[in-house]
């Protein structure tokens, strides 16, 4: 069997390149990988692109990495009321920033999971969204081109492991992860838990191991926010 | 502006309240329209989704039951209903986008004539802005309501002929209930269906740029 599980948190993020493309799962608190993103953080990591539904709660959760400048760009929902350090950077120029549609984000990441080049939305059209995009009518409708969102790494949480890398969320801390887990090409997850082989019932596997390249058992942060 | 009393923010949510019916599946926004949930009227079940992946919430969690894995699109924790579930934020998008939802309620800045909705960004304002879920619900909701003051803290109006503000979605308002009026976004235009109490449809009017249309007599909002 293939080794995912990884020692630490340090050793999970070890060989992640300064400039990488990075998904980082949560929602309003919850489902955050707190933990590797302070190992990230703690590295000197520098030059990465965030993938992101927000930009951090003060501190906490992505809030560690705008602090210490080492984001250059973010592609983001809703970076949120409490994404100062992501909004001074902004507002000098050091961080750049893609808003995408909420929706729209998480297909754009499913399309790039899926093999799919693109695909054609009304969300956004005639908004600060669809500027440079292509647009068409179709079934009557106007219509804009989205294009997939890749990134080399996801940084995901999830509640529990099994030795090969299924998963299982707890509540709504599902969120964004079992999608970035699908559209990066290596995902490391940050657990509760890491349980036998067989010991999660093929019936209540949210994330197939399928799309998990590591696992790090994480004691530490639960809420960063 | 006339110093006449117009309906508190609390009285908008509780007139959206009644716009939902037994049964139904609807998306709460920020703001004004997170109150709704208060105001169900007596004896009808609603399925609230939340973004994040949940369909079924129920109250605010009270102090002690807390659980931070289990909160609403404002963070705030919440409880659940009889017949919950969970899905990721990829499947909770594709029931805004897709039309599945009955009916999704928004907070706006401003509202045009053709039902265009503006209310994500204040133009010069500084910052990035937050788009999240508004373009996707606004762009499949099959009923959307809006709720809002109807004039700015300036007095300036907010049902205008064309929106000034960043656009967040086009033609996609159905109902625009504020501490005025209740409006209902027609093909021929905007038709006042209520308006506050002591509100005359002409006094309402001014307080709007884009044109109401009267059809018969305007009833009151009835709050009881």
Known sequence: MKQKIVPSLDAAVADIPDGARIMFGGFGGAGFPNNLIQALSRKGIKEITAISNNCGTREGELGVMFKNGQVRHVIASFPGPHSNYFQERYAKGEVTCELVPQGILCERMRAAAAGLFGFYTTVGVDTEVANGKEERVIAGKRCILELPIHADFALIKAEKSDELGNLTYRLAARNFNPIMAMAATTTIVEVDEIVPVGSIDPENVITPAIFVQRIVQAKGTRYAG | ?224
């Open chain 2, 1 to 224: 502006m006339p110093d006449k009393p117009r309906l508190t923010r609390e009285q908008i949510a509780q007139r959206a309240a009644r716009e939902l019916t037994d049964g139904a599946y609807v998306n709460l926004g920020w703001g004004i329209p997170n109150l709704i949930a208060n105001y169900l009227p007596q004896g009808i079940t609603v399925y609230f989704h939340s973004e994040n992946g949940i369909l079924g919430m129920g109250r605010r969690a009270n102090p002690g039951e807390e659980d931070y894995d289990l909160v609403d699109a404002m963070k705030v924790p919440v409880t659940l209903i009889p017949g919950a579930s969970f899905f990721h934020q990829a499947d909770a998008h594709l029931m805004t986008r897709g039309g599945h939802l009955d009916v999704a309620v928004l907070g706006g800045f401003q509202v045009s004539e053709n039902g265009d909705l503006a209310n994500w960004k204040i133009p010069g304002s500084k910052g990035s802005g937050n788009i999240g879920g508004a373009m996707d619900i606004s762009a499949g909701a099959k009923n959307l309501i809006v709720c809002m003051e109807h004039n700015t803290k300036d007095g300036a109006p907010k049902i205008v002929k064309k929106c000034s503000y960043p656009l967040t979605g086009i033609e996609c308002v159905n109902t625009i209930v504020t501490d005025l009026a209740v409006i209902d976004v027609t093909k021929e235009g905007l038709v006042l269906r209520e308006a506050a109490p002591g509100w005359s449809p002409e006094e309402v009017q001014a307080q709007t740029e884009a044109k109401l249309q009267v059809r018969g007599r305007v009833p009151e909002i009835n709050l009881a």
